[in-house]
C-alpha cells in the first residue's frame, strides 16, 4: 500500500543500507546531520527510525563535514555511522572511517565510487532524480526509514518540512517529494489547504518581524507599510483568524503586488495564497516545522530542533522564542542591505560578520531584494578562511547557471573546496585568496549563462 515507485538501482541501495542497519547489531549507530532545516528534519526521522528499531544511537548536528571531525569520529569508534544532507561529497574522507557507513544525500556527488560495501552511498540524483529539486536530505533519511518500516510513514511532515527548507517546494514537490506528499495525504497524515501563507498572526507581525517573504522598503517599517495603504482601510493588528473573504483578498493583493513590483520571481509572489501543508497529528504546517527548525539550527539550539519535531510541546515554545531573536538578526540585516551590495559583471556580494546567517541573507537577498539577473554570494572571515554561501533562482538555472560547478572549480583553483546545487553552494578558500575566487566564479558564471544563450 505504502510502497514508493523509486528507480530499481535506488531501492538495491535502500535495501543494502537496511541490510547494514538491521544485520549487524550495532552498539551504538552514530548519525551526523547537517545542521539546517533539511538537516534538523533528517535526523528527526532517523531517530523515529533507530527509536522504533531499539537502536541505541548517539546523534549529532554540524555545519560541516571535514577531516576534524572524522577525526572525532575515528576515536569515538561506532561500528555504523549514518550521515544525512552531507557526505556524497566527502566519500574518499568517509573512508578514513573504521566502522560502515550509510550516506543519505542529495548533493552533487562526483561518482557513484562508494560500492565496494563498506559504504553505502544512498543519494537519488546518483539515479536520475535532481537533488535540486526532487529530492531532500530528510527525504532520503524518510524512503530509507520507510524502507525499514511502514510505520515510519508518519514522519512525512517532517520529511517534507526539511525539502521545504531547501525551498523544494518552490513551484509545487517534485519528484520523490511529490510522491511522499501524494501517499502522506492518501494515507492521512498530511493535510492540505490553500491559504493565505504568510507568518505572523496578523499583518503588523508579518510586515514587522517575519523576514520571508521580504517586502523591501517596509518589513521592519510598519508605519511606512500603513501609510502608504492606510486609504484601503487595512487594520494591522486583526487577527488573520478573523479576517473575511474581502479581507483575504485585499490582503492578499496588496501583498502580492508589493513583491511583483519589487521585482520578485513568480514562484515567490504565487507563495502569498498557496497550498500549505499540515502535520494531521501535531496541526503544526510543514512550512512552520521547517521554519522553527531553521531558526533552532542556526543558533545551534540543536536538540531544541530535534525536539520540536517530534513534537515535544516544550521545544515547540523555546523554538518560537528562538525564531522571534533569529528573525530580528535577519531582518536588520537584510535592511542594511536593501541599500546595495557590490556588483561584478554576473555575480553581486556582501560580507556578513555572522557566517550562521549568511547562507539565509544570501537566499533572501536574491529572492527578495537584489537583482535577479545574477546570483548573489555572501562570505564572512572564520579563523584563516573566508566560509562562502551563494544562491540563484530556478530562472538563472534554467538560463545556465550552475553554482555547484563555478565554487568548487573556483575554490580549488585558489587553495579551498566546495560544491552543492546549481542554485545554492558553498566553498570556504584562505582569506587572502577571496578577490581571486570571486572573481573566478564571475569569470565561470558569466561563461555558463553565454554558453546557453548561445545555444538556444
Ligand atoms: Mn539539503
Redesign the pocket.
Known amino acids: 500500500m505504502t510502497e514508493l515507485d523509486l528507480n530499481v538501482k535506488l531501492q538495491e541501495r535502500l535495501d543494502e543500507a537496511k541490510k547494514l542497519l538491521l544485520d549487524k547489531r550495532h552498539s551504538v549507530v552514530r548519525v551526523v546531520s ?1 545542521y ?1 532545516s ?2 534538523v528534519s ?1 535526523a528527526a526521522v532517523l531517530s523515529v527510525m533507530l527509536k522504533r528499531l531499539g537502536c541505541p544511537f548517539h546523534l549529532s548536528l554540524s555545519r560541516s563535514l571535514d577531516s576534524i571531525l572524522i577525526g572525532k569520529l575515528r576515536k569515538e569508534g561506532s561500528g555504523l555511522h549514518i550521515f544525512s ?1 552531507m557526505g556524497s561529497a566527502q566519500i574518499p574522507l568517509l573512508r578514513e572511517l573504521e566502522g560502515d557507513v550509510i550516506v543519505l ?3 552533487k556527488a562526483e561518482a557513484d565510487d562508494a560500492a565496494d560495501g563498506k559504504i553505502v552511498h544512498v543519494n537519488a540524483s546518483l539515479f536520475g532524480a535532481n537533488g535540486t529539486t526532487d529530492v ?3 527525504t532520503t533519511s524518510f524512503i530509507m526509514a520507510q524502507n525499514v518500516d511502514e510505520r515510519n510513514w508518519d514522519c512525512a511532515p517532517q520529511a517534507l518540512a ?1 525539502a521545504l ?2 525551498m523544494q517546494h518552490l513551484g509545487g514537490f517534485r519528484g520523490i517529494n511529490a510522491q511522499i506528499l501524494k501517499k502522506a495525504i492518501e494515507l492521512g497524515f498530511i493535510n492540505e489547504r490553500r491559504m493565505l501563507a504568510v507568518q505572523g498572526k496578523n499583518l503588523l507581525e508579518t510586515v514587522n518581524h517575519t523576514p520571508e517573504p521580504y517586502f523591501a522598503g517596509f518589513t521592519g517599517r510598519a508605519d511606512l507599510f500603513l501609510g502608504r495603504f492606510r486609504d484601503t482601510g487595512i487594520e494591522m493588528e486583526k487577527p488573520y483568524s478573523e479576517y473575511d473573504a474581502d479581507d483575504l483578498r485585499m490582503v492578499a493583493s496588496i501583498l502580492t503586488t508589493l513583491l511583483a513590483s519589487n521585482g520578485c520571481e513568480y514562484e515567490n509572489v504565487e507563495q502569498i495564497i498557496s497550498t500549505q501543508y499540515f502535520d494531521s497529528n501535531t496541526g503544526m504546517s510543514i512550512s512552520e516545522i521547517s521554519s522553527l527548525a531553521n531558526a533552532c539550527g542556526r543558533t545551534e539550539n540543536y536538540s531544541a530542533g530535534i525536539s520540536m519535531e517530534l513534537g515535544d510541546a516544550a521545544a515547540q515554545e523555546k523554538a518560537r522564542e528562538l525564531r522571534v531573536d533569529y528573525n530580528r538578526r535577519i531582518i536588520s540585516r537584510l535592511m542594511e542591505l536593501e541599500k546595495g551590495i557590490e556588483q561584478m559583471s554576473s555575480i553581486q556580494h556582501f560580507s556578513t560578520d555572522d557566517s550562521s546567517l549568511a547562507g539565509a541573507l544570501c537566499g533572501l537577498y536574491m529572492s527578495f531584494i537584489g537583482r535577479k539577473d545574477k546570483p548573489t554570494l555572501a562570505y564572512s572571515l572564520a579563523g584563516n578562511d573566508y566560509k562562502i554561501s551563494a544562491r540563484g533562482t530556478r530562472r538563472l538555472v534554467e538560463a545556465g547557471l550552475d553554482l555547484a560547478e563555478s565554487l568548487s572549480v573556483s575554490a580549488s583553483r585558489f587553495g579551498g573546496q566546495g560544491g552543492g ?1 546549481v542554485v545554492a553552494s558553498g566553498a570556504t578558500v584562505p582569506k587572502d585568496n577571496l578577490k581571486g575566487f570571486l572573481e573566478s566564479v564571475n569569470d565561470i558564471t558569466s561563461k555558463q549563462l553565454e554558453k546557453a544563450a548561445a545555444s538556444r
Open positions: 547537517h539546517d533539511d538537516g533528517s544532507d544525500d542529495h548533493h531532500s536530505g530528510s526539511g527548507g531547501d546545487h
